[in-house]
């Protein structure tokens, strides 16, 4: 069976580059996304059985839209594709519906091995990564801090930190500005803060921003 493959990836020269992996295995490239949004919409009008992603788009970064695909198509396997020594953010990707990870220099093997163990329904996970800290985010609690926050509480609390405003925010994540507003209380609630600025220096702390 022909697995249908979306390529979410800002860089065109790394597009072609897995385009030409990929070429010589039963898999077809029926996509590609230079940034996160495209890769929403794309999996959205072509619903692939895997989505290479990058973390690091414009637009909207790669966890975010792993997790709006996710929502919308929970069946659309998700295997992000990083570099070295990030392992904060590939494990919040993981959080976030991600089905697994590997590293962008992997050769071809590497890469046939992931997206079939994806498409069997197996977490693939390669290595950068320590087991601890996978299980404790695929479990739901944050190693870096704020373990009580949920996923979407985190991503509110990143952008409240960077400065953007409640519709902002809610145009930014496609939600309701009600809901954004629910969410900056329960994120005060939970970590008994109290205003933007104390959430900022918790966020930047926790290293939920650079």
Do not use: W
Request: with cysteine; aromatic share 2%.
């Amino acid at each position: 069976m022909t697995v249908r493959i979306l390529i979410a990836e800002d860089q065109q020269l790394v597009r072609q580059g897995l385009v030409a992996l990929l070429a010589v295995d039963d898999v077809t490239v029926v996509a590609e996304a230079e940034d996160g949004k495209g890769a929403v919409e794309m999996a959205r009008a072509f619903m692939p059985d895997v989505v290479l992603m990058d973390l690091s788009m414009p637009e909207l970064d790669g966890v975010e839209a792993t997790r709006r695909i996710k929502t919308v198509a929970p069946q659309i396997k998700v295997l992000v594709l990083t570099v070295a020594n990030c392992e904060r953010r590939v494990a919040e990707a993981l959080a976030a519906g991600a089905d697994g990870y590997a590293l962008k220099k992997l050769g071809h093997g590497e890469l046939m091995a992931a997206i079939n163990a994806v498409c069997a329904g197996k977490t693939y996970l390669g290595p950068g990564l320590s087991e601890q800290l996978v299980k404790e985010y695929l479990e739901g609690n944050d190693a870096m801090g704020g373990g009580s926050l949920t996923g979407r509480e985190r991503e509110v609390l990143r952008l409240i930190a960077q400065g953007l405003k409640n519709r902002e925010i809610a145009d930014e994540l496609g939600i309701a500005i009600k809901t954004v507003e629910t969410h900056r209380t329960k994120i005060m609630q939970k970590l008994d803060l109290h205003n933007s600025a104390e959430l900022a220096a918790y966020a930047i702390r926790r290293g939920l921003i650079e």
